[in-house]
């Protein structure tokens, strides 16, 4: 069956740097996505990788290891509107998204 | 950037009745677009995939007679709640595939969502 695994939750410090994680495995790999997901928000379009390495976008990076089944969105100096759900999601041979569960991420003062 | 709109972003419905959410996207065109729920604390559920002018796909376990879809368009799709019932409930969201801008200005193609419906049927 196709799989993505995130941690359900993080905490992180205001100022701070995080990383959350995502692995993967689906029948076919055509890009993984990172979204931001506010509560009672849909979610916005953060990351796209589909080849192996480091994307940076600002105080947000997205790596993507395929031979690993494996990605994590970092993010950097973090500020708390950055508290949300990160959700990962692969597309996969059928172009069709498969998502994660989603992390939720607590940012403290 | 692109951008996907959606219409009404709040419906309070009786059971029984018809609810119509509209799906654009303003400045592209999306010869693909999807329709998603989300339950509270949930991920997001694919329902169905609409491609312009042709009958939307539907996931297993949704109901087509229920959830009609059209996607008459490039830059419309609706999505019909037909006889809504308190259990359908939920936030419905719809998205694009469109062409945004990259990393290092390259153009790559990505999924642009709707602000989302909030659906509740008393």
């Known amino acids: 069956g196709q799989n993505i695994d995130q941690p359900t939750e993080m905490t992180a410090t205001e100022g701070a740097i995080v990383q959350i994680n995502c692995t993967y495995q689906?029948?076919?790999?055509?890009?993984l996505f990172w979204y931001q997901q506010h509560a009672g928000e849909a979610p916005t379009f953060l990351s796209y990788?589909?080849l192996d390495g480091l994307e940076e976008k600002g105080r947000f990076s997205s790596f993507l290891s395929r031979s690993k089944g494996y990605s994590y969105l970092l993010l950097k100096e973090l500020q708390m509107k950055d508290s949300a759900s990160y959700l990962c999601?692969?597309?996969?041979?059928?172009?069709?998204?498969?998502w994660g569960a989603g992390t939720k991420l607590i940012i403290k003062p | 950037g692109a951008v996907v709109s959606q219409h009404p972003s709040r419906v309070i419905c009786k059971s029984g009745t018809s609810v119509k959410i509209e799906c654009r996207s303003l400045?592209?065109?999306?010869?693909?677009m999807f329709w998603y729920r989300q339950f509270p604390k949930q991920s997001l559920m694919l329902m169905a995939t609409s491609n312009e002018g042709s009958k939307a796909t539907y996931e297993q376990g949704v109901e087509k007679d229920k959830f009609l879809i059209n996607h008459a368009s490039l830059t419309l799709s609706t999505l019909t709640v037909t006889s809504a019932h308190p259990e359908d409930s939920s936030f419905y969201i719809c998205?694009?595939?469109?062409?945004?801008?990259?990393?290092?200005?390259?153009?790559?193609?990505?999924?642009?969502f709707g602000p989302g419906t909030r659906l509740l049927v008393l």
């Open positions: 990788n589909v």
């Open positions: 998205s694009a595939r469109g062409y945004g801008e990259g990393n290092s200005g390259r153009t790559k193609e990505t999924q642009y």
């Open positions: 400045d592209f065109q999306a010869t693909t």
């Open positions: 689906t029948s076919g790999f055509n890009g």
């Open positions: 999601a692969v597309r996969d041979s059928n172009y069709q998204l498969i």
